[in-house]
């Protein structure tokens, strides 16, 4: 209850510090930095070290390819129908297709499934959502915007991400000795990133792009929040054996997470309908700490 609490408070915070003025213009960029910079960096060693890979986590780290494919051909579908142009249906692809599995899903494990339980959230974030991402992700940006991403420009976003480097070298040290207070301070740095991550989004929550993005907006999220689970709920508890249904359940639940706040920022910077991009975050983040809940109570009734 206190993480949970947190998160609301936090996010109010944000909501708060920016009406007030008392940060600068673009501090959820220092903020994000910070983040991932120096505490998911954290998060990722300690974690990666006890790290062991099997069947279901294999699975777990499926699920967001899967769920990226699912929004690709939903959106541009539903696109075409409703008449969206290229940058709207490139924003609602990005922000739609790729959900919040490090800055709010995290914080949101540990609350629903305890720390322990963090591991796998974060091979499905690293491994999952952020290669996805720095994939399909940015060739679907520039597919969208008119441009073309290079596979030197894939790679490079790979191999300078702070956390996916700390969690190969946690992989690379698995079993090597380690002084307890390192990991101790790791997991205190790691801690961050709940409150961090809250005062960042509620920093950026704005309301006065809805004009004009309802009809995109709704689409979005409600493919984000309600039918992406829908479709992964029976796929993985349907097909796979009970033995791996926890680590199921966990990757059930990280896939009802709101948009992606690193997949806003791709979309913005490829000119893909940036009020709609703001409003995909700012109201389907605070959105999300309702509808992940209660898909926690319906993973927990099957």
């Given at each position: 209850?206190?993480?949970?609490?947190?998160?609301?408070?936090?996010?109010?915070?944000?909501?708060?510090?920016?009406?007030?003025?008392?940060?600068?213009?673009?501090?959820?960029?220092?903020?994000?930095?910070?983040?991932?910079?120096?505490?998911?960096?954290?998060?990722?060693?300690?974690?990666?070290?006890?790290?062991?890979?099997?069947?279901?986590?294999?699975?777990?780290?499926?699920?967001?390819?899967?769920?990226?494919?699912?929004?690709?051909?939903?959106?541009?579908?539903?696109?075409?129908?409703?008449?969206?142009?290229?940058?709207?249906?490139?924003?609602?692809?990005?922000?739609?297709?790729?959900?919040?599995?490090?800055?709010?899903?995290?914080?949101?494990?540990?609350?629903?499934?305890?720390?322990?339980?963090?591991?796998?959230?974060?091979?499905?974030?690293?491994?999952?959502?952020?290669?996805?991402?720095?994939?399909?992700?940015?060739?679907?940006?520039?597919?969208?915007?008119?441009?073309?991403?290079?596979?030197?420009?894939?790679?490079?976003?790979?191999v300078r991400f702070p956390p996916l480097l700390a969690l190969g070298a946690a992989l690379l040290?698995?079993?090597?000795?380690?002084?307890?207070?390192?990991?101790?301070?790791?997991?205190?740095?790691?801690?961050?990133?709940?409150?961090?991550?809250?005062?960042?989004?509620?920093?950026?929550?704005?309301?006065?792009?809805?004009?004009?993005?309802?009809?995109?907006?709704?689409?979005?999220?409600?493919?984000?929040?309600?039918?992406?689970?829908?479709?992964?709920?029976?796929?993985?508890?349907?097909?796979?054996?009970?033995?791996?249904?926890?680590?199921?359940?966990?990757?059930?639940?990280?896939?009802?997470?709101?948009?992606?706040?690193?997949?806003?920022?791709?979309?913005?910077?490829?000119?893909?309908?940036?009020?709609?991009?703001?409003?995909?975050?700012?109201?389907?983040?605070?959105?999300?700490?309702?509808?992940?809940?209660?898909?926690?109570?319906?993973?927990?009734?099957?």
């Amino acid at each position: 209850m206190a993480n949970f609490a947190l998160i609301l408070v936090c996010l109010g915070l944000g909501v708060a510090l920016r009406i007030s003025g008392r940060l600068p213009e673009g501090a959820h960029l220092t903020l994000n930095a910070v983040i991932v910079n120096v505490a998911l960096p954290a998060l990722a060693f300690a974690s990666g070290r006890t790290l062991s890979f099997d069947a279901a986590l294999l699975f777990a780290v499926a699920m967001p390819w899967l769920v990226f494919a699912f929004g690709a051909g939903f959106f541009l579908l539903v696109s075409r129908a409703l008449g969206f142009n290229r940058p709207t249906t490139g924003g609602l692809v990005l922000t739609g297709a790729l959900g919040n599995t490090s800055f709010v899903g995290l914080p949101m494990i540990e609350i629903f499934f305890g720390r322990e339980a963090m591991q796998v959230g974060l091979v499905i974030d690293q491994l999952g959502s952020y290669l996805v991402l720095s994939t399909l992700g940015l060739v679907a940006a520039a597919a969208f915007s008119g441009t073309r991403a290079t596979p030197a420009e894939m790679i490079g976003r790979l191999v300078r991400f702070p956390p996916l480097l700390a969690l190969g070298a946690a992989l690379l040290c698995a079993g090597m000795p380690i002084p307890p207070w390192v990991d101790a301070m790791l997991m205190r740095l790691a801690d961050a990133i709940p409150a961090l991550a809250m005062l960042s989004v509620g920093y950026q929550l704005r309301f006065a792009a809805l004009a004009g993005n309802r009809s995109a907006l709704a689409v979005g999220l409600g493919f984000k929040l309600v039918l992406v689970p829908f479709l992964i709920a029976p796929l993985y508890l349907g097909l796979l054996p009970e033995t791996m249904h926890a680590t199921a359940r966990i990757a059930i639940f990280e896939s009802a997470m709101a948009p992606m706040i690193g997949a806003g920022i791709v979309a913005m910077q490829y000119k893909l309908n940036a009020p709609l991009v703001s409003l995909m975050l700012g109201i389907g983040i605070p959105l999300s700490l309702m509808t992940v809940p209660a898909w926690w109570y319906a993973l927990g009734a099957v």
